[in-house]
């Protein structure tokens, strides 16, 4: 971390001269690559509304955590949302009802158990607004550490087993016939997500976590040519929204998570007009 204070120090920004945004822009630089690759995944295997499921599962155990007086109730909502994952990948391969059909039932239970708890006895709502808009620069350096240690996690695991995801996101039925457990392939999947997922809502909020987590994906496939371009430019759009989002945060005194989400909006919006002239 010495390094990286020592480096933003010498920059000619006046806003990397503050210690609170030498940690925001490290653990944005973390999170964007998990935002890029999370999201061509969850856009093809059309896992959008999932996304949204699993930050409803994770503010569930966020009040479970409070409620149980746990000094970190994050850790709780990993857990809750990685058991909610696993729950739902098992309901899924078991049942012949369509997918939005069962995140609607597994997202509207779990947000309606978190309210109930969180609101139990007659207990204030405001102390979990923190998770609902989300504060990028509250972040700390044990924060900033497991974010790295998650996204060399996702990176392995995308070297290794990417091809074979995307292969089972589009056409199951070939995944399996070619030897791809595709149901571990899922849940280690959605199991990913999950953390992902439960980690970043502190940083980015509840309510906006969703759309980082579906425009990269969805503004690269606007213009991709190939699968190779369309992971690398979903991880590029992403980056250049969290580093914009969070100069914007900074100069206008905005939500970092919000601004995030509205360029990345901007981004898929020209990337579509774009895809309309090639077309």
């Known amino acids: 971390m010495s390094v990286w204070y020592w480096f933003c120090e010498n920059l000619p920004f006046e806003m990397l001269h ?15 690559p998990l935002f890029g690759l999370m999201s061509t995944m969850i856009v093809t295997g059309k896992m959008s509304f999932f ?29 809750f949302s990685v058991v909610f994952a696993l729950l739902f990948s098992f309901v899924r391969s078991r049942s012949n009802q369509a997918a939005d059909t069962l995140i609607g039932v597994f997202s509207s239970a779990a ?3 978190g309210i109930f708890i969180a609101t139990l006895g ?10 609902l808009i989300g504060d990028i620069l509250s972040v700390s ?4 550490g497991l974010l790295a240690l998650v996204l060399l996690g996702v990176v392995i695991f995308w070297l290794l087993a990417g091809n074979r995801l995307t292969l089972t996101a589009i056409h199951p039925q ?16 959605t199991t990913a997500i999950a953390v992902v997922v439960t980690l970043t809502i502190p940083s980015v909020g509840l309510l906006i976590l969703n759309s980082l987590l579906v425009l990269p994906g969805a503004a690269a496939r606007n213009v991709a040519k ?3 371009q369309y992971h690398a430019i979903s991880v590029v759009f992403a980056l250049i929204a969290c ?12 939500s970092a998570g919000a601004a995030i989400s509205l360029v990345l909006a901007l981004i898929f919006a020209i990337s579509f007009c774009l895809r309309k002239r090639r077309a």
């Open 18 to 32: 503050w210690r609170f945004m030498q940690n925001a822009m490290l653990a944005i630089l973390l999170m964007a």
């Open 51 to 79: 996304s949204d499921a699993l930050g409803h599962s994770a503010f569930t155990g966020i009040a479970i955590g409070c409620i149980c007086g746990v000094a970190a109730p994050t850790w709780v909502a990993v857990i």
């Open 111 to 113: 947000v309606a158990l």
């Open 122 to 131: 007659g207990d204030s709502f405001t102390k979990y607004n923190k998770y």
């Open 141 to 144: 350096a044990g924060e900033i």
């Open 174 to 189: 070939l995944a399996s016939s070619r030897g791809i457990p595709v149901r571990l392939s899922q849940s280690i999947f």
């Open 226 to 228: 190939n699968l190779r």
């Open 243 to 254: 580093i914009t989002g969070l100069c914007i945060s900074y100069y206008l005194g905005s």
